[in-house]
């Protein structure tokens, strides 16, 4: 498959089974204005609707796949993809076998997760951010990567559903542990989990902590068995929230309005990226 991906843009750098393909968008190669400029796919942010429009045509074009794109509400709900998807769907996860389709998951801050099976026949994605990755529903302590890991079993042909083959799994880029300032409550609810959760926290003043998405992700992978992990290993260059001119960020971007441009509500929000993934 030749694809025309923007320069800019990350490929991952992983053993992906053959035909399966994945990518990160940037900040480049859109037509969209400040602040969202260029590359903003968000339909929510107060962008320009038929910019948004003409900026998930052009991901399309460059994948060979139809993007599907979720109403994301950092749960932990997946969505099974076909050709009949609409974008909207409310998930945090989607799996498919669909060659037609990309799994896309948009952020601005939040980590992306990108999973496939060994033999590629099913790929997934997952929306993680930390109400995502520590499973904060109540009742229950399994997160949005337990949920989509389970999601593989039925799609890939496991007998037992509730478990999945060899996965290969790719972590983009997400606020880094240097800049996620979060209170005392996120770090007691992974703690809550296991205990071993507290290594990725640092302390940033009272009741205050520093957290390592990242290193979170790797740690729930990991318990379910998940060993081939690529991507984003803590470090600045992988932080939204640290590199301005090539990502995203709400954390760093959201603000008063100083434009006018975003419908009126007295505000704008950064753009979105998006990771996607998807099969011959």
Known sequence: MTLALHADWLVPDWPAPRGVHAVFTTRSG?????????????????????????????????????????QQVHGRDVRVLDHRTPDGSVADACVTRDASVACTIMVADCLPVLLATGCGAVVGAAHAGWRGLAGTAPGSSAGVLESVYASFGPLAQVKNAGSAPDLIAWLGPCI???AFEVGAEVKAAFEAVDARFARCFKAAGPAKF???????????????????????????????????????????????????????????????????????
């Open 210 to 280: 520093m957290a390592d998405l990242p290193a979170l992700a790797r740690l729930r992978l990991q318990a379910l068995g998940i060993r081939a992990i690529y991507g984003n290993d803590s470090s600045t260059p992988w932080c939204t929230a640290s590199n301005p001119s090539r990502f995203f960020s709400h954390r760093r971007d959201a603000g008063p309005c100083i434009s006018g441009g975003n419908g009126g509500n007295g505000f704008f929000t950064t753009g979105r990226m998006a990771a996607c993934i998807w099969k011959d």
């Open 176 to 178: 880094g542990p240097d």
């Open 30 to 70: 859109g037509v969209s204005d400040a602040p969202w400029d260029a590359m903003n796919l968000g339909d929510h942010v107060g962008d320009v609707p038929a910019n948004v429009a003409a900026n998930r045509a052009c991901l399309s074009a460059a994948v060979g796949a139809h993007p599907v794109f979720l």
